[in-house]
Nanobody, 137 residues
Framework: QVQLVESGGGLVQPGGSLRLSCAAS????????IGWFRQAPGKEREAVSC????????FYADSVKGRFAISRDNAENTIYLQMNNLRPEDTAVYYC??????????????????????????????WGQGTRVTVSS
């Protein structure tokens, strides 16, 4: 059974950092697209970052470029989202999602969520339960 479990959320002051983890079980992450999404109260879901696990291609929303970094640890079967210089507007529930397996993984599974994509977003099939991030002084 495919399962994704997020962790690492919490309360942090503006300018602080958090590292979110997305641990996968029931499948290997080797040939997947893994995305981080967030949803703030009263707002629509927003794509934050995405990675193609096989080759490490990564994508970021304009609002987090230069502050967030997505990475993978294939041995631990875990995807991380390092979030630095956090802002109050980063407050949301953060979810990781997986789509695959594919060989190779089509890049548009990630890129379709970000600016400049010629096609609409391609939905992810498996989702975690989310971890809450609150940025406040």
């Amino acid at each position: 059974q495919v399962q994704l479990v997020e962790s690492g959320g919490g309360l942090v002051q503006p300018g602080g950092s958090l590292r979110l983890s997305c641990a996968a079980s029931g499948f290997r992450l080797d040939n997947y697209a893994i995305g981080w999404f967030r949803q703030a109260p009263g707002k629509e879901r927003e794509a934050v970052s995405c990675i193609i696990t096989r080759d490490g291609q990564s994508f970021y929303a304009d609002s987090v470029k230069g502050r967030f970094a997505i990475s993978r640890d294939n041995a631990e079967n875990t995807i991380y989202l390092q979030m630095n210089n956090l802002r109050p507007e980063d407050t949301a529930v953060y979810y990781c999602a997986a789509e695959g397996p594919y060989n190779p993984v089509p890049t548009p599974i990630c890129s379709s969520w970000y600016s400049g994509s010629p096609i609409g977003p391609i939905e992810f099939g498996s989702w975690g339960q989310g971890t809450r991030v609150t940025v406040s002084s």
